[in-house]
Every structure is written in C-alpha cells, then in structure tokens.
C-alpha cells in the first residue's frame, strides 16, 4: 500500500511540474491576433488579412463576421444602432416578442436609409414591471423583465463595447415606453464620458407611435373613426410585425378563423396588408433617420461649442 501511495504521488508531481512547464512555454499574445485565434497559427486570424468574401449585405453586426464589420468601418459606418424591445403580452393575436418583430422590421430600414449605420442586436429584455409583487406586465405569463439598473448596465457595456471597436456614433432607440428614460440617461453619461471621441444620442421622436398613426390617418390609409378592441395591440403594429414575420401576428390561423382585423381594419388581403405594411416601415424609417441627423448634428455642435 505505501510503495501504491508513493507512486501516485510521484506521478502528481511530475504531472505538475509538467504542467507547470508546459505554462512557463505559452508563447505571448501577438498584438496583430483578431478572429478568436492566432495571427501565426493562421494568417486568416491578422487584424489586417484581406477579407475572402464579398462583402456582406445585411447591416445586422450579429449577421457579420468579424472581417465584415472591420471592412464596414473602414468604409465609413461609424453609427451603431441599438435598439430595444421587450418581451410581454399583446392581447391573444401577437407573440410575446411584438416589439422585437417591429424592431427588426425597422432597424434595418433606418440603417439602410442613413447609409452608414449598423444594427447591433436587439436588446430584448427591457422592465416590464416589478417581480415581487408583480406589477405592470409581470402580472401576465411569458413576461420577461430587467430592473432599471440591470436594463442601463447592459445599454452601457453594449455601447461601450461598440465604441471600444471604432463606431463613433451609438444612437439608441426603444419601441416601448418603458425603454425611453434609461436609454436617455445612459446616452448622456456616455457622451460626458467619452468627451468628444464618440457621442450617445438617444431618439425619441422613433417611439412616436401617434405621429406614425396619424400620417397614415391623414393619407386615408387608416380610418380616423375606427374604434379599438381595447387590447394591447392596433393596426400599426400588426402590420409592422407582419411585415417582419407574418407568424408573429398569427396571420394563417386568424384568416383562417376569421379574425384577421384589429381595431376594425381588416388584414386578410394580404397583398394590401403587405403594402400597407411597407409603407409604415418606410416612414418610420424616414421619421426616425431625420431626428438621427438632426440629434447627432445638435450634439456635434455643442461638442464644439465646449
């Protein structure tokens, strides 16, 4: 049993001091790395490799690879976008994820439209209410909230993160209200912070739903004396899902059931309903990217002015 107990501790020891070895032998970090691997162990892994694709069409960063958003930089789209969402209940018609749906919908047209902006991912957990007790949307099952100081302390990293990597721009805009105050405060802390190297503009004029509402009431495109279903939910944003993912808004089965109507306004012919639903994402990408110009000249302004 001893000369048992003694060869298992000589085999630790030389395991050890192999291991040990074996650390001391780590070779130092080469400053040209990126990609997640080494620069000498593959030249794909150098900051400066030539990029093997075309460049990528989408202006999603989660749908990039590394290369791509290095390449978009250069070119010149220095303003991220982060959006946030939400995850709560919409009446019996809408997914919980409504606000993603539009989010998605949107980003991409207003990034599209300002030409040199990318979309970071969706943040898509946002307060929805208190936990215990529940309150405001809680009190439905399939909520999913943050508590404000967790929502500011993931707008803060995430924009962070985009500004550490050349975006110079970071503009945040939330399709629930209850996004709006932590977007505006982690805007303005960032903007003092960064002092002049980068800006954070929070927009606003992008959760004006009623302004939105009103346009298309004003084109005649929606009836001004409909009456509402009294649900979380109206013919806006139905189309703006839609448009993202006709399942979200449970499109077959309510034609099927005949309930494909919100608010008195019909859905169910879907080449008039794809329209519609175009036409609202097209505005709201025009409304929303002249209030991002128009932000990010006010802070560039008052940058200078300091």
């Given at each position: 049993?001893?000369?048992?107990?003694?060869?298992?501790?000589?085999?630790?020891?030389?395991?050890?001091?192999?291991a040990?070895?074996?650390?001391?032998?780590?070779?130092?970090?080469d400053?040209?790395s990126?990609?997640?691997?080494?620069?000498?162990?593959?030249?794909y892994?150098?900051?400066?490799?030539?990029n093997?694709?075309?460049a990528?069409?989408?202006?999603?960063?989660?749908e990039?690879?590394w290369m791509?958003?290095?390449?978009?930089?250069?070119?010149?789209?220095?303003?991220?976008?982060?959006?946030?969402?939400g995850i709560?209940?919409?009446?019996?018609?809408?997914?919980?994820?409504?606000?993603n749906?539009?989010?998605?919908?949107?980003c991409?047209?207003?990034?599209?439209?300002?030409?040199?902006?990318?979309?970071a991912?969706?943040?898509?957990?946002?307060?929805e209410?208190?936990i215990?007790?529940?309150?405001?949307?809680m009190?439905?099952?399939?909520?999913i909230?943050?508590?404000?100081?967790?929502?500011?302390?993931?707008?803060?990293?995430?924009a962070?993160?985009?500004?550490?990597?050349?975006?110079?721009?970071i503009v945040?805009i939330?399709?629930?209200g209850g996004?709006?105050?932590?977007?505006?405060?982690?805007?303005?802390k960032?903007?003092?912070?960064?002092?002049g190297?980068?800006?954070?503009?929070h927009?606003?004029?992008?959760?004006?739903?009623?302004?939105?509402?009103?346009?298309?009431?004003?084109?005649?495109?929606?009836?001004?004396?409909?009456?509402?279903?009294?649900?979380?939910?109206?013919?806006?944003?139905?189309?703006?899902?839609?448009?993202?993912?006709?399942?979200?808004?449970?499109?077959?089965?309510?034609?099927?059931?005949?309930?494909?109507s919100?608010?008195?306004?019909s859905?169910?012919?879907?080449a008039?309903?794809?329209?519609?639903a175009?036409?609202?994402?097209?505005?709201?990408?025009?409304h929303?990217?002249a209030?991002?110009?128009?932000?990010?000249a006010?802070k560039?302004e008052?940058?200078?002015?300091?």
């Amino acid at each position: 049993m001893k000369k048992l107990m003694f060869a298992l501790a000589t085999v630790c020891v030389v395991a050890g001091i192999g291991a040990a070895a074996q650390q001391g032998q780590r070779r130092a970090p080469d400053p040209r790395s990126m990609g997640g691997g080494d620069c000498r162990d593959n030249p794909y892994n150098c900051a400066d490799a030539p990029n093997p694709l075309p460049a990528a069409s989408t202006v999603w960063i989660e749908e990039m690879t590394w290369m791509d958003v290095r390449d978009a930089l250069k070119a010149g789209k220095t303003t991220a976008i982060i959006s946030t969402g939400g995850i709560e209940p919409n009446g019996p018609w809408l997914v919980t994820g409504k606000h993603n749906y539009v989010l998605h919908a949107n980003c991409d047209a207003i990034a599209r439209k300002l030409g040199n902006a990318l979309c970071a991912p969706i943040v898509k957990y946002v307060p929805e209410g208190g936990i215990e007790p529940k309150t405001g949307h809680m009190t439905s099952p399939g909520t999913i909230t943050m508590r404000e100081e967790t929502f500011q302390a993931v707008l803060t990293d995430v924009a962070e993160s985009l500004q550490a990597h050349g975006f110079k721009t970071i503009v945040f805009i939330g399709d629930s209200g209850g996004n709006q105050k932590g977007q505006q405060t982690v805007a303005e802390k960032l903007t003092a912070k960064w002092a002049g190297k980068s800006i954070a503009v929070h927009i606003p004029e992008y959760y004006t739903y009623n302004v939105v509402t009103k346009h298309f009431e004003d084109q005649g495109l929606l009836p001004k004396d409909r009456k509402s279903d009294g649900m979380h939910d109206d013919p806006i944003i139905t189309l703006n899902m839609f448009i993202d993912d006709p399942k979200s808004v449970r499109y077959d089965e309510r034609v099927k059931a005949g309930k494909a109507s919100i608010d008195g306004v019909s859905i169910a012919d879907r080449a008039k309903a794809t329209d519609l639903a175009k036409k609202i994402v097209a505005f709201r990408a025009d409304h929303t990217a002249a209030a991002i110009n128009k932000a990010i000249a006010a802070k560039g302004e008052a940058t200078m002015a300091q």
